[in-house]
């Protein structure tokens, strides 16, 4: 019994130990230096000579790359700013062209409005030629006609007859009241109300007429055939004595004078009082109530 278990135990032994093994010597395949042998078997394995050289290689390339590109890129830089200078200067003779055009289009606009300027003040000249006809011929139409048949001495005024003759001024006015006329004759002597002549204080002239309550007319004059008025600068005024409402802005009081020389023509004087003030018959150039004045002969 013995002996036949230790042969089975034998047996077994000789049957493990007579199993395949690897070789001592490797196949050319199989060689341990190849990598494609690890490979095969999933071992580990070191890269091969081969393999490093490619990484250096590929570094090299990029060392290579980056020093291209900080010469490169410079130079790219240097060109980008030349070209900028070069459109720049392009653009600045652009603008000057433009200006030179621009001064030409000015000059052409000023002698338009040159020409514009000229019509205008022709057009202003007849503005004030028409406006002078329509106020002489308004001042024209205030007559009312005389209810008496006037002297050949005398000429019909606002439907009264005043005396004419060498010299003749007489006063109308815009609303009821009591208007005065005064006169300073050119050797300093008045005429009014208060000194109506004729006589050696008035020059011989002479008040023929005095409206204390409408509209006029007040009438000074020297006949024919009384002695030639003084010669030299007369001052004519208007003194509004007593106005209800008085003289105001809102209500002013317009007068106006008629001057009659028999060696000129006719004068006109219009004036707006728009103050109730008055000069006490004073009347010279200096005056508040001052209508205008004129010469004789």
């Given at each position: 019994m013995a002996?036949?278990?230790?042969t089975?135990?034998?047996?077994?032994?000789?049957?493990?130990?007579?199993?395949?093994?690897?070789?001592?010597?490797?196949?050319?395949?199989?060689?341990t230096?190849?990598?494609?042998?690890?490979?095969?078997?999933?071992?580990?394995?070191?890269?091969?000579?081969?393999?490093?050289?490619?990484?250096?290689l590929l570094a090299?390339l990029a060392l290579?790359?980056?020093?291209?590109?900080s010469?490169?890129?410079?130079?790219?830089v240097t060109?980008?700013?030349?070209t900028?200078?070069?459109s720049s200067t392009?653009n600045t003779t652009?603008?000057m062209t433009?200006?030179s055009t621009?001064t030409s289009t000015?000059t052409?606009s000023?002698?338009?409005?040159?020409?514009?300027?000229?019509?205008?003040t022709s057009?202003?000249s007849t503005?004030?030629?028409?406006t002078s006809?329509?106020?002489t011929?308004t001042t024209?139409?205030?007559?009312i006609s005389c209810?008496t048949?006037?002297?050949?001495?005398?000429?019909c005024?606002a439907?009264?007859?005043v005396g004419i003759?060498y010299?003749?001024?007489t006063?109308t006015?815009?609303?009821?009241g009591?208007?005065?006329?005064v006169?300073?004759?050119?050797?300093?002597r008045?005429i009014?109300?208060?000194?109506?002549?004729?006589?050696?204080?008035?020059?011989?002239?002479?008040?023929?007429?005095?409206?204390?309550?409408?509209?006029?007319?007040?009438n000074?004059?020297?006949?024919n055939?009384?002695?030639?008025?003084p010669?030299?600068t007369y001052?004519?005024?208007?003194?509004?004595?007593?106005?209800n409402?008085?003289a105001?802005?809102?209500n002013?009081?317009t007068?106006?004078?008629k001057?009659?020389?028999?060696?000129?023509?006719t004068?006109?004087?219009t004036?707006?009082?728009t103050?109730p003030q008055?000069?006490h018959?004073?009347?010279d150039?200096?005056?508040?109530?001052?209508m205008?004045?004129?010469t004789?002969?």
């Open positions: 002996t036949a278990n230790r089975k135990d034998v047996q077994s032994y000789t049957l493990v130990s007579t199993a395949p093994s690897l070789p001592s010597t490797p196949l050319s395949r199989e060689d230096k190849d990598d494609y042998y690890y490979r095969r078997r999933g071992k580990a394995w070191l890269p091969s000579t081969n393999c490093t050289c490619l990484s250096s090299g290579i790359a980056l020093l291209a590109m010469i490169v890129i410079p130079i790219i060109l980008s700013t030349m900028n200078e070069m392009t652009s603008i433009s200006s621009t000015s052409t000023t002698t338009s409005t040159s020409t514009t300027s000229t019509t205008s057009t202003t503005s004030t030629t028409s006809t329509i106020t011929t024209a139409t205030t007559g209810a048949v006037c002297t050949s001495q005398e000429t005024e439907g009264v007859c003759g010299l003749s001024c006063l006015w815009s609303r009821p009591d208007g005065d006329l006169l300073r004759t050119p050797n300093n008045v009014y109300w208060d000194e109506p002549g004729p006589s050696f204080w008035t020059d011989q002239g002479s008040l023929d007429v005095d409206d204390k309550n409408t509209t006029g007319p007040e000074i004059f020297w006949s055939s009384s002695s030639v008025p010669s030299g001052y004519v005024c208007f003194e509004p004595y007593k106005f409402p008085n105001s802005l809102s002013p009081i007068a106006t004078v001057v009659r020389r028999s060696t000129s023509t004068l006109y004087f004036r707006n009082f103050s008055r000069d018959y004073v009347c150039y200096n005056s508040i109530t001052l205008g004045s004129f004789y002969p």
